[in-house]
């Protein structure tokens, strides 16, 4: 009695330690939650904190970004129909494009982490595409809803779309690219992003070289 | 005999008022129940704040349909929109709720996308944006800051 009791009890507790791993193996919020731990690290790391690797922290940042975020999709839905008619080369180019801008944008933004608290509120599945919600409470208390958006390749599930305050990324790059291509050309947008890009590697030199 | 008359016309120009007023409710309240033309898609919003049935449905500012029905479904908005029967909205077109200038009426907004996807009749967007809600973000600027 008391034998057959123990070993329900040492099943149950195996059930109970494996059935998480086995429910959430492949669900979308795991899949963010670990790449995000993984940028955490990487802020907190006090060897990558100094002014001086500001350069290998960003990179390693970058690099988990690759892993998580499919560029190419955001790229390909921000430029809508203006993406069809590009040719395989003018759209490798493009992609690598908007990850640099994205990185311009974002990458920088998110050095300045401080140990806000990120909570994961739940996600849908529909179909291939997945809507994981999280929150972000500041240092003041004030929560930032930030929604991902993402989307099955193969084992994988790729961030494509970041909703923010209930704004959309693609949506607000749709709005602009579309604006730009319309009133002059695709080329036009193509220059404009080199420029912005140049510029911007200009002022890190700057910024290095001051040092 | 005469007052027949007179109780004929009266009628008559009653019933004329009453089929005017008819006309005058349906075209200012944009229902469109004879023959409604063109087909349905659904989108789920996480809130609607203020767009109604009967709002306009735009792409660059034309309106291309109309919003048909807000219900629930698991806690969320289902808005189903009436498309006009040209146009074909790609399966990653983005729907989003705008306001008219800063204080006006709510409308749908579609960007339409790239994908050689199409979202055939009854089907989804899958790519939604809820409106802003500049009170809460107001008040996020107002108390955030302790």
């Known amino acids: 009695m008391t034998l057959s009791r123990r070993g329900f009890v040492s099943a149950a507790a195996l059930v109970l330690l494996l059935a998480p791993a086995e429910v959430w193996a492949g669900q979308p919020t795991d899949q963010l939650r670990t790449q995000v731990d993984r940028v955490v690290r990487v802020l907190e790391d006090p060897e990558l904190k100094q002014e001086s690797t500001v350069k290998a922290r960003r990179a390693a940042v970058r690099k988990i970004a690759n892993d998580i975020f499919d560029f190419s999709e955001t790229a390909k839905r921000s430029l809508a129909r203006h993406w069809p008619p590009r040719t395989p080369a003018e759209r490798e180019e493009f992609v690598t494009l908007f990850a640099d801008l994205l990185e311009r944008g974002y990458i920088s933004k998110i050095e300045v982490y401080g140990g806000e608290k990120i909570a994961y509120l739940g996600e849908t599945i529909e179909g291939d595409l997945a809507t994981v919600r999280t929150k972000i409470t500041t240092k003041q208390q004030t929560d930032i809803p930030i929604d991902y958006r993402m989307l099955v390749r193969g084992e994988k599930w790729l961030v494509y779309d970041v909703i923010i305050e209930g704004v959309s990324l693609i949506a607000n790059y749709r709005t602009q690219f579309n604006k730009i291509i319309t009133t002059s050309s695709y080329q036009e947008l193509v220059r404009r992003m080199k420029t912005k890009q140049e510029e911007f590697d200009e002022d890190e030199r700057k910024r290095t070289s001051q040092r | 005999m005469e007052r027949a008359r007179v109780n004929i016309a009266v009628g008559l120009f009653v019933l ?3 089929v005017a007023l008819g006309y005058l409710s349906i075209q200012l ?9 063109g087909y349905v898609v659904t989108a ?20 291309i349909g109309r919003v048909e029905a807000i219900g629930l479904a698991d806690y969320q908005a289902r808005v189903t929109l009436r498309i006009h029967a040209g146009v074909k909205l790609q399966e990653d077109a983005i729907a989003s709720i705008k306001t008219k200038g800063l204080i006006g009426e709510k409308y749908l907004r579609i960007s339409p996308g790239g994908s050689d996807r199409i979202i055939p009749p009854h089907g989804k967007i899958r790519e939604v944006e809820a409106p802003v809600d500049f009170e809460e973000l107001l008040s996020k600027y107002i108390f955030g800051k302790v």
Do not use: M
Request: proline fraction near 6%; glycine fraction near 22%.
């Open chain 2, 29 to 37: 309240g944009r229902v469109s129940f004879l023959g409604a033309t």
């Open chain 2, 44 to 63: 789920d919003f996480p809130s609607v704040g203020g767009l109604k049935p009967g709002s306009t449905v735009e792409i660059a500012g034309v309106e």
């Open chain 2, 16 to 18: 004329i008022g009453i």
